[in-house]
């Protein structure tokens, strides 16, 4: 089986300049763990919700908030984002992704074209998925 079978063809993408609240909301809304970063079209980066939580304080959204804590939901995805990416091709095989991801240390791979399009991205969770049998 490839990735092309468990990836998710329409993965959420923010641009380097939108903020930490908009990120913030895009995960509140989706519930999902990552998310794509664009330059145009072209893939520049990853943002997780680890990379937010270590981004923002701790205390937003909290009774005691205070306006340097909202405050740093004002920093830029370019600022906290991954730059380092692994990506796999959509001919990639499961085994091999789980691999990588393994042994790269990261929890989600971009899926793009041999040109860098994107395409989807699999993540841990879709890797434990496909090990389990069709419902």
Not at 17 to 38: N, S
């Amino acid at each position: 089986m490839n990735v092309d079978a468990i990836m998710s063809r329409e993965p959420v993408t923010v641009g380097m300049d939108d903020d930490l609240h908009r990120v913030k909301e895009l995960f509140e809304l989706y519930r999902f763990h990552h998310l794509l970063v664009l330059l145009g079209e072209k893939l520049v980066g990853v943002i997780s919700d680890r990379d937010l939580l270590r981004a923002s304080s701790p205390f937003v959204g909290r009774a005691s908030e205070r306006p340097q804590d909202l405050a740093t939901l004002n920093r830029r995805v370019h600022q906290i984002m991954s730059r380092n990416l692994v990506v796999v091709a959509p001919d990639t095989s499961v085994e091999e992704s789980a691999r990588l991801m393994l042994g790269k240390r990261v929890s989600c791979l971009p899926v793009v074209t041999a040109e860098g399009q994107v395409l989807g991205i699999v993540t841990w969770r879709d890797q434990l998925r496909s090990l389990l049998p069709p419902r």
